[in-house]
């Protein structure tokens, strides 16, 4: 069965989404958004910004978890699929564009 594309964004960015969502809630449960400070200075947002800006920041480090994930699991067969070269033909094959002669 061949992988899409699509599959495999899928593969990658729903079970991101679903961990981010998860790590959002643990980490906001500890810490308070108005006592966050960034390079020392208090952040002068809302909560809700941070509680976005926080999940967009847990769902691309889940992302890239995963996208890692799914690129180490590719088989040999999908990593080395290509089509032969002209000279990995052996000598008489009618795929083989030159040198068709067996002699």
Not at 21 to 40: K, N, Q, R, S, T
Request: with cysteine; glycine share 6%; charged share 20%.
């Amino acid at each position: 069965m061949e992988k899409t594309l699509a599959q495999r964004v899928l593969w990658v960015l729903w079970p991101a989404f679903l961990v981010a969502g998860v790590a959002e809630l643990v980490f906001f449960a500890a810490i308070d958004p108005d006592e966050l400070h960034l390079l020392g200075a208090a952040l002068d947002v809302g909560r809700m910004p941070i509680y976005t800006l926080g999940f967009v920041f847990f769902w691309a480090i889940c992302a890239a978890a995963s996208a890692l994930t799914v690129f180490l699991r590719q088989s040999p067969f999908e990593v080395n699929r290509r089509p032969p070269e002209n000279e990995d033909w052996p000598p008489g094959s009618p795929r083989r564009t030159s040198g068709n002669d067996v002699s």
